[in-house]
């Protein structure tokens, strides 16, 4: 049925494929962390366990047992307990369970570090930042990377022997380390930019003008240093793919035949894009890797940051909670950018058809 | 032989040459004259450089240059191992998914396509902290070298797939070769080429992961690394205080090894692919 519908195919093949790459990712992300981790309810015992006396602490600790959903409970929502009085410890099978139908409610649990505060609130809190920080920034540098990259391989000349050694000596270089670079001359050497935070310390968030030009004047530093080193990125690649589609027949029977520059540029641009969206696609997972380390440097308060402390105070539930999050937004963004290669490019389509 | 020649010729092979000997004189020869020592405080802390301490000291006290040195030691170290690992696993994975096709093909794909997807820091920040106690150099090796193979299975599988149908292939399994001798002796020796191009890059990449993990807070506990510095720095405020010779000689040097094989792949690159010869 579905023969004659080679674009419905085609989404939903995809869509069923990145169903299973979600189902494999929730599943390393349960049972990860728990591999080598000790009972997270001992690391939090030892932050409050201090100055209970036993028979107190005991009881907390099944409360906390039971928060955590490590041991079984009965219907009533009681602790069952083995001969000895002890808790039964839940096997792993159903923890995994409880913990998927909690993400699914958006319940990521409770933050170790910031008891007895939601993971999802602290993620929710987060999130605009990352998004607005990572989202112009990475899009901004594709864009400008593959005009220039197309740039380099057709002018050659400057672009080629200046800027394309310069792009690869920004791709040699992680982002953090350029952040650090960028910080170090241009808050502290120099006193342009603020060197850390979203905004001013001393402004609460809100619509206010003072407040969005703080954010506004935070945002650039961290900006430049994701967004040079992206564009930077996507030009090297753009720049082979160009010099291979000018090799290619059709365009050397373009000049043959006397066409315009700009179109034949044009023709050359726009077979060399489609490639360079794949590679969108799949280096965004490493291109917002690197940014939430970005965050770190500028203490953004973005996801980044959250992780970070997170992973200072192994805070379990947190780290689990941003790493889900952002596996979740990188494959949503690799879903949308193969469905427009489905929409932008037929032969897609046909050799999904054709199978 | 000609290869070489033509790589020779190429004025940016002969740079990134020279760069990469430098950094690795820097962490090899330079020892034999400096008196490396990781453990001793031999001043205050953020010492700014001077004779006896050419780079000054980090905010233990302890010699900085020595740091340097033994922490490149350690990001080459993770590099290489983690680039092995992964050239391997994705070469050999690569080939044998691309040679025998069918299931074994679909399978292997499956993995990789899942596997390419899922960002590879999350992975490293999942199996990292999970590893809480003795997490060595070389483990960060291993899990970076397990974490980044996806990428040579799928380019090595395209290739492998591509030699498959040409006659010598068909040749050798007329003559009655086992799938390892074709695998290795008419498939891999035509693209060795190539791997040692992934090679290369996957040596770079595993440097700048295990400095992206070591900077989270997520490195070796038992050695220096260059990533490990910059998270001291970060951590203790080196930015702040202006002390530049607390990280900027690490970031440097990161820029400098991982510029290095950058500019031999792509010279190499240019060399082995007429097409992107002017």
Known sequence: MLKRYPTLRYILSKAGWYFLTFIAAVIINFFLPRMGASNPVDIIMAKVGAGLDTQAAIEKEESYLKEFGLVEVDKDGNIIRDESGKPVQASSFKQFIRYVTMSLQGDFGTSFLNYPKKVSEIILGAIPWTIALQLPTIVLGWIIGNVLGALAAYRRGIFDKFFFPLALLGNAMPFFAFGMLLVWLFAIQMHLFPAIGGYAGDLIPSFSWTFISSAIYHFILPFLSIFLLSAGGQAIGMRSMCIYELGTDYIKYAKWLGVKEHKIIFYMFRNAMLPQLTGLALSLGGMVGGALITEMIFSYPGLGMSVLTAIQGNDYPLIQGCTLLVTICVLIANFSVDIAIGFLDPRVRAGQGAK | ?278
């Open chain 2, 1 to 278: 032989m000609k290869i070489l020649k033509n790589l020779l010729k190429t004025p940016f092979f002969i740079f990134g040459v020279v760069l990469l000997v430098g950094t690795l004189s820097f962490a090899y020869i330079l020892p034999l004259f400096y008196h490396v020592d990781i453990k001793t405080c031999v001043g205050a802390p953020y010492m700014p450089p001077s004779a006896e301490h050419w780079l000054g000291t980090d905010h233990m006290g302890v010699d900085m240059l020595s740091l340097l040195i033994s922490g490149l030691q350690s990001s080459l170290y993770v590099g290489l191992l983690a680039g092995i690992i992964a050239t391997i696993t994705g070469t050999f994975l690569g080939l044998y998914a691309g040679f025998r096709g069918g299931w074994q093909d679909n399978t292997i794909n499956m993995v990789t396509n899942l596997f390419i997807v899922i960002p590879q820091l999350v992975l490293l920040i999942l199996i990292s902290s999970s590893m809480k106690e003795g997490r060595s150099l070389t483990l960060i090796a291993v899990i970076i070298g397990l974490t980044t193979w996806t990428w040579t299975t799928r380019a090595v599988r395209a290739q492998a797939a591509s030699i498959k149908s040409r006659d010598h292939i068909s040749l050798a399994k007329v003559n009655g070769a086992s799938t390892i001798t074709i695998l290795f002796k008419h498939i891999l020796m035509y693209l060795m080429s190539y791997v040692f191009m992934v090679f290369i890059m996957q040596t770079a990449s595993g440097i700048l992961s295990e400095s992206a993990i070591s900077m989270i807070g997520l490195g070796p506990f038992d050695t220096v690394s260059l990533g490990t510095i910059l998270n001291q720095a970060q951590r203790n405020e080196a930015l702040t205080d202006g002390a530049w010779w607390a990280f900027l000689p690490a970031v440097v040097l990161i820029a400098a090894i991982a510029f290095a094989l950058y500019v031999i792949n792509q010279s190499m690159e240019g060399v082995f692919n007429p097409r992107l010869r002017k």
